[in-house]
């Protein structure tokens, strides 16, 4: 019998975070209380608001956590309902018309298809469909110029997944690896692993971590991987005051090597899309991945290297 579910070191449930909008301040704060757990993840960036360091430092800073691409300018999708609001004023938020459209510039400069509208928490920025999809490649594109070329390749919207067909089709055939929503599942989903990796989300924030984590930590094996991922923003513990249960998640599963595989979100996806592709033949066990594949056969615990295969 041959048993593939397993994430690296034989463990069948993976521990994994997915954090927006690149705020260093609190970002800082939730780097130093993970990586004293030992807990990977993944920091999603918009390209436009990277100005706290320069390019090293911004590596620095992040190094060894994985980088998506969060859009730039963070923006929202326009409606034609709100285009016909569109004025030529220049835009001063004390003065604005709160029912009017304005254009958005950056040193003087329109930048075309971008625009701020009036929304519950205040002025955001909106962008039409065409600009929207310039965006998300000049996002990706420029903070790979930061962080490395070939290093970004998962995608998360902006405030939430955009009604549009053909930005949904742009980002599939990008060639990413997902495309993450928002929205906490709190283990409705039994932590099973996204189903819809161009539309998968997070487990728990703030606010739910210190309950749903007991539940995750007790689940009985299933014979199948399982995920569990904490979003959505850092500035979110300092808002709910919740750093305390943060840290009691770290000091509790962190470096639990024997019960929990932590990775990015890229590589826990990697390692899924590893045992997916696996497959037997003469005899054999065959990983055509990119990663090690972690395995039981006939109880017994085997490891298959990248691209070769053993003896059954």
């Not at 962008?127 to 420029?142: G, L, N, P, V």
């Not at 007790?218 to 840290?247: C, M, Y």
């Not at 019960?259 to 890229?266: A, D, I, S, V």
């Amino acid at each position: 019998m041959i048993d593939l579910e397993f994430f690296p070191g034989w463990v069948r449930r993976s521990v994994t975070f997915t954090i927006d909008d690149g705020n260093v301040r609190y970002d800082e704060k939730f780097l130093r209380i993970v990586r004293n757990g030992g807990i990977k993840g993944t920091f999603n960036l918009c390209s436009h608001n990277l100005s706290a360091f320069d390019k090293k430092g911004y590596r620095e800073f992040y190094d060894g956590y994985e980088i998506a691409n969060h859009v730039k300018y963070h923006p929202g999708l326009m409606t034609r309902e709100l285009e016909e609001n569109l004025c030529n004023d220049d835009f001063n938020p004390a003065s604005a018309d709160p029912s009017k459209v304005y254009a958005y510039s950056e040193k003087g400069r329109i930048v075309d298809g971008l625009y701020y509208v009036m929304e519950p928490r205040g002025w955001r920025l909106r962008a039409t469909e065409k600009s929207y999809i310039r965006f998300i490649d000049e996002s990706r594109t420029e903070l790979e110029e930061v962080f490395g070329a070939g290093r970004v390749n998962g995608f998360v919207w902006p405030f939430h997944e955009q009604d549009s067909d053909v930005i949904k089709a742009h980002i599939a055939d990008s060639g990413v690896y997902g495309a993450r929503r928002t929205g906490a599942l709190c283990g409705r989903d039994g932590y099973l692993m996204p189903q819809d990796r161009m539309a998968w989300t997070y487990t728990v924030t703030d606010r739910e971590i210190s309950q749903t984590a007991e539940e995750y930590f007790t689940l009985p094996d299933n014979g199948k991987l399982r995920f569990f991922a904490i979003g959505v923003h850092s500035i979110d513990f300092e808002n709910s005051d919740s750093w305390g249960k943060l840290e009691d998640f770290a000091n509790k599963f962190g470096h639990r090597d024997e019960m929990f595989f932590f990775g990015t979100n890229e590589e826990i996806f990697a390692q899924e899309d590893a045992i997916r592709a696996a497959y037997t033949e003469g005899g054999r066990l065959f990983n055509p991945s990119d990663v090690h594949l972690w395995a039981k056969v006939d109880g017994e615990k085997v490891t298959v290297p990248p691209k070769s295969s053993i003896t059954l």
